[in-house]
């Protein structure tokens, strides 16, 4: 067979479902090439991560004989066949991205269930283990974990093992629950070459366990990273109050850590809330000019 790839989000961060499709594929002996509109498929996928407002859709290919879209942008009941979600993944096809870099999931699921957030709903209010490292890593140096809540999964203790034995550079890019950061799993954490760490204070009402965590595991990090014990994300624009948003960035700041706005529905969010993120997300000016109050955007530095 003939196979198209079309990754509708761009080429920015790479597909991992389309890098797994890719392997299977070549596996049977099929071909498998990017999309372009001069050649005829017997397949062609389509696979979007974001939703319409991220990622607006592009219209279906006409060259070919079957057309499969997948991904959380057309919905949350479509996933991977078991064969081709456990196969190693075509680095190729994103070689500047991949490059001496592996990327993965070693659980999926989250029991949180964030009114925010699609996890819960694609993968389950478990954190289950859905693989071993050594399934989509071979010796790179570094690694991308794209785990949603490790620290939920009953054996994140082992897999927090085998990170640290891989001695690669570590980034756990939906960061870590700080809500369930222990002595022993910091302890964990602390063996592994991490390039950056990121934990999340979401919402105002889980104030004490967020706090909590982030005390201990200020108290327990073996080092800090980058100037900071970690970045904390603070989502706004949701159902928080400015005076809220600035309560946690402040109280991160005063911790010794970094905070990073995120913005819920950024195309329809108030300038206010947009210009919050500019002054924090800027480390030189939010070092500069450490109250927001007296930010003026429109000043030359």
Sequence with gaps: MKIGLIDVDGHNFPNLALMKLSAWHKAQGDSVEWWWGWEQYDRVYMSKVFDDTYSPDIPEPVNATEIIKGGTGYGLDNKLPDEIEHIYPDYSLYPKLTKDTAYGFLTRGCPR???????SGKEGRRSVKVADLSEWWRDQKNIVLMDPNILACPQHMGL????????????INQGLDCRLLTEQNIAAINQIRLKDIHFAWDYMHETDAVLKGLRLYSAKARRKVNGAYGTVYCL???DTTMEENLYRIYTLRDMGYDPYVMIYDKPNAPSEVRMLQRWCNNRFIFKSEPDFKKYDPKRRR
């Design 113 to 119: 269930g964030c009114h925010f957030c699609i996890v």
């Design 236 to 238: 706004t624009g949701y």
């Design 160 to 171: 927090l093992g085998q990170l640290a034995d891989s001695q690669a550079w570590v980034d």
